[in-house]
């Protein structure tokens, strides 16, 4: 009898849970994927400006500086794209976000609303 009951509640529980498990889930997955791409930014972007300061570095007379000064525009160009790049990829991420939180919504509305 009272296993009958406590798997009843368990099973209502479960039921009414599921919403939130997958909301649960479909956030964590949009964490996942926001910190490795801030991960990869802060990687990329240290790395260029590690080269940028041991170019910097390299300078030693006014042939050398010239040299320095015509690469600051490739530098400025590579940036300027991995900038355009990185915005792109967070746009992706937040559409998707947005898109699987209305399916996620329609889905629950369908099941909340009788036939």
């Known amino acids: 009898m009272y296993?009958?009951?406590?798997?009843?509640?368990?099973?209502?529980?479960?039921?009414?849970?599921?919403?939130?498990?997958?909301f649960n889930k479909l956030v964590t997955k949009n964490v996942e994927t926001l910190t490795e791409l801030q991960l990869n930014a802060i990687r990329t972007y240290s790395e260029m400006g590690l080269a940028q300061?041991?170019?910097?570095?390299?300078?030693?007379?006014?042939?050398s500086f010239t040299a320095f000064?015509?690469?600051q525009m490739n530098a400025l160009t590579h940036l300027s794209q991995?900038?355009?790049d990185?915005?792109?990829k967070l746009q992706n991420v937040a559409k998707e976000f947005k898109d699987e939180l209305d399916h996620l919504a329609t889905e629950n509305l369908k099941a909340a609303?009788?036939?």
């Open 53 to 63: 300061m041991k170019a910097a570095s390299d300078v030693k007379d006014v042939t």
């Open 3 to 22: 296993t009958e009951m406590f798997k009843t509640v368990s099973e209502q529980t479960e039921k009414s849970m599921a919403p939130f498990v997958k």
């Open 69 to 71: 000064a015509g690469q």
């Open 82 to 84: 991995q900038l355009i």
């Open 113 to 115: 609303t009788p036939a």
């Open 86 to 88: 990185d915005s792109n």
